[in-house]
């Protein structure tokens, strides 16, 4: 009646048999087809059901298991289920019996441990990368099978002593009863308890060559991990080792490369690591380049270019020679050795130490809302604003401080490409607005006639001089020159709204560079600076707009976009793009980057039109070369954020200086005041200063009225003309002649802007300054 005896129960397999199931008074017990898998003991009419019908199942972590006699027992879950069954043999119930008792113990096991680790799970760090998570998972999945393998060899034990005690009390009946009737029956009772005992055995005995072949197993693959460990570690030391080596060898070549003078190797620049190419290696330089580029296939988008493709296109990259291993000194003793006009010092003169730190800001609280909640849609210039407000610098300072990454231009004047060239000019462009990512003080509004000049000729190459030359509208010009071939010169007219949220200041004027040896000329204007969170929340300043950076010799252009930020935006804030093209339109670079850390830029080889972006604009690909790194914003000081957030440069530019002229922003009181932390003092002389310049005016005013009419109407127009200077609301122009610049038409860009006149340099070094107003 029973099939094939089914195989000795083990705590991780699955029993299956037929045993006969209780189902009513009228068919007594019925044969099913029963199934032990995972705690749940499930039963079948046939074998043929188990694919579709399953007649019931009980769980048996809830379940009770009771013998009724030697082929009866009984299976229920505390009364909602009940099942009784019995066995074709005494044999084949205790099977089934050890087969329950296990799944049983297992299941209560599984279920506890599930409880356990909603707790456990997440005190466990996670494990960094998806190779490492599979691991971690693969690990933890082994050893909770091993500790329920011991968990089977526990119940197995108690299996065993528990049949074993009733086999030797058996045993030991035997021996006291004698020979009779009653031998029979306890030699079949013995015989029973010993087959029991050698069933209960027989599992351990499996459980235990289970359990030591998994780990057997296991435990080859983590030694072998664990050397995989072991020599993975080995190689991270020896990298390290090696790494440590190069850097001490860098160090040792950066020591021998910067003890040149000044004039001919310049230390900033080297501790910046931007090092100029080779002009006349330009084309060795060249190849070496994009033969690199054009082995690596990742470089290119789609197809490779011809190496002679490179040396033919004109370009070459004599900007680049920090990529090919050029070091300051061989690239200093040619470029220099072969430009007659560079200056030759005959002598060594020591470089000043400036000074690294200012005094802390002062914790001073003033709500800026109650200035300028009546503000709103006024000129920023004719807002009277506290020093609390202020950083200690002038606007003519904030203007010098585009000389931040003086060393780009100082490489652009080295390239023997134009195209190239306008890259390190952009990249000058973009520098330009790195220093102001934490600056939300407001500048002193210089007073007119104040200058600012900026000698760093010894160390650095170049000097400049800033002059206020018209206060209303505030206007300030600039010029820069520099031994290594270019000039820099700006006018900057600030026009700014106050919107209720946020404070919009738009640079009107323009900027241009020129370089001596290529005779290019190149113009371009400033992008709109936006200061949000005016009201409530932390001050956060935005660059926003596009800037076309032209040459006009060659008709070169280079375009930058700089995207304003974004909370929904997917790319990366503050960023900046930019194409450089020729005058026929064709892209020959790509630039991109942000402009608070660093650009680079890349070599077009092909463009083409791509799909239509989100606005129907057909879009063009361009196929580039590997990205180069054309700048990186220098890090701060340490304790800049204590310190108004200034750079390393903007920290000495306020430095007190002999020999510089009595209008210098130096000698500023209020300025002065405010960086020693003594802001009420500042306060007050800052209101002096603006009193006596209105006075001023009114004067220059009044000799203007006077030479033009009679004295009657003189009066009376100077009258009008006082009411609109308390309120500083005047927008008449200043009658006011610039002392070292003059107003002049550029013939090239077509522009009038206020051009450097000379003298400034001749009287500092005579110490004659007659000539300037007593403005302070």
């Not at 390290?240 to 001919?264: D, I, M, W, Y």
């Amino acid at each position: 009646m029973s099939e094939s005896k089914p195989p000795t129960p083990t705590p991780a397999d699955t029993y299956k048999g037929w045993l006969f199931k209780w189902t009513n008074y009228i068919k007594g017990y019925q044969r099913r087809w029963f199934v032990l898998s995972n705690g749940l003991l499930s039963y079948y009419r046939t074998q043929a059901e188990m694919g579709h019908t399953c007649r019931g199942t009980i769980n048996l972590a809830t379940a009770n298991i009771a013998v009724e006699d030697s082929c009866n027992f009984v299976i229920s879950n505390g009364g909602a289920q009940t099942y009784h069954l019995k066995a074709s043999s005494e044999i084949e119930r205790q099977r089934w019996i050890t087969a329950l008792e296990l799944a049983k113990a297992k299941a209560i096991n599984m279920q506890a441990e599930s409880d356990e680790s909603g707790d456990d799970c997440p005190a466990v760090p996670p494990t960094s990368g998806q190779g490492g998570g599979f691991r971690n998972s693969e690990i933890q999945s082994t050893l909770r099978t091993l500790n329920s393998k011991v968990e089977d060899l526990a119940t197995c034990n108690d299996l065993i002593v528990k049949h074993g005690s009733a086999l030797q009390r058996s045993l030991s009946e035997l021996e006291g009863i004698h020979v009779g009737a009653d031998m029979a029956e306890k030699t079949r009772q013995v015989t029973e308890r010993a087959t029991l005992f050698r069933i209960t055995s027989n599992a351990m005995i499996n459980a235990c060559r289970d359990f030591l072949s998994l780990a057997q197993t296991h435990s080859k693959r983590w030694q072998k991990a664990l050397q995989t460990e072991r020599e993975q570690r080995v190689r991270l030391e020896e990298t390290l080792e090696q790494l440590a080596k190069q850097h001490n060898h860098l160090e040792r070549a950066f020591r021998g490369a910067t003890v040149l003078p000044p004039s001919f190797s310049n230390p900033a620049l080297a501790i910046k690591g931007g090092v100029s190419g080779k002009g006349d290696a330009s084309d060795e330089d060249d190849d070496n380049e994009f033969f690199d580029a054009m082995e690596d296939p990742a470089e290119f988008i789609t197809v490779p270019a011809d190496p002679k493709y490179h040396r033919r296109s004109g370009s070459n990259v004599s900007g680049l020679s920090s990529e090919t291993g050029t070091d300051d000194q061989s690239f200093d003793e040619l470029s220099l050795a072969s430009n007659p006009e560079s200056p030759q010092p005959l002598e060594l003169e020591p470089v000043r130490q400036r000074r690294t730190r200012i005094p802390d800001k002062p914790n001073y609280y003033l709500n800026l809302w109650s200035i300028m909640k009546n503000c709103i849609g006024k000129e920023l210039s004719k807002i009277p604003m506290p020093v609390n407000f202020n950083e200690p610098l002038s606007m003519l300072q904030r203007l010098s401080e585009d000389l931040e990454y003086y060393e780009l231009l100082d490489k652009a004047a080295k390239c023997q490409s134009s195209l190239e060239q306008l890259c390190y000019v952009a990249a000058f462009t973009v520098s330009s607005y790195s220093t102001t990512v934490h600056r939300t003080g407001k500048p002193f509004n210089p007073l007119l006639g104040e200058t600012f000049e900026l000698d760093r000729l010894r160390d650095c190459g170049y000097r400049s001089l800033c002059e206020q030359v018209s206060h209303h509208p505030p206007a300030a010009a600039h010029h820069a020159i520099s031994e290594k071939g270019w000039a820099l010169r700006q006018e900057i007219t600030l026009a700014s709204k106050f919107r209720g949220k946020y404070l919009s200041i738009m640079p009107l004027g323009s900027i241009q560079c020129l370089f001596d040896k290529s005779k290019n000329h190149y113009s371009w204007k400033k992008v709109t600076t936006t200061v949000h969170n005016i009201i409530v929340g932390k001050l956060w300043i935005d660059q926003s707009g596009e800037i076309d950076v032209v040459n006009h010799r060659t008709g070169d252009r280079c375009h930058l976009k700089f995207a304003p930020y974004s909370y929904f935006s997917r790319d990366v804030p503050r960023k900046v793009t930019g194409v450089v093209t020729d005058k026929d339109g064709k892209a020959h670079y790509v630039l991109s980057g942000t402009w608070d850390e660093k650009m680079e830029f890349s070599r077009v080889m092909q463009s083409s039109k791509g799909e239509n972006g989100t606005e129907g604009k057909q879009r063009t690909v361009y196929q580039t070369l590997k990205a180069k790194e054309i700048w990186r914003k220098n890090p701060l000081p340490e304790g800049a954020e204590n310190m108004y957030y200034f750079s390393s440069l903007a920290l000495t530019l306020n430095e007190p200086e002999e020999g510089v002229a009595p209008t210098d922003s130096r000698r500023r009181p209020d300025q002065r005041l405010m960086e020693e932390g003594r802001w009420d003092e500042a306060n007050a002389e800052k209101q002096r200063l603006e009193e006596k310049q209105r006075t001023a005016r009114r004067e220059r005013e009044r000799e203007a009225v006077k030479s033009a009419s009679s004295p009657e109407e003189a009066d009376a127009q100077v009258t009008g003309t006082e009411a609109s200077e308390v309120s500083d609301e005047s927008t008449h122009p200043d009658n006011y002649q610039a002392l070292w610049f003059e107003k002049t038409d550029d013939p090239v860009s077509g522009e009038t802007l206020h051009i450097y006149k000379g003298g400034y340099w001749e009287a500092k070094e005579k110490g004659s300054w007659d000539m300037c107003p007593s403005i302070f």
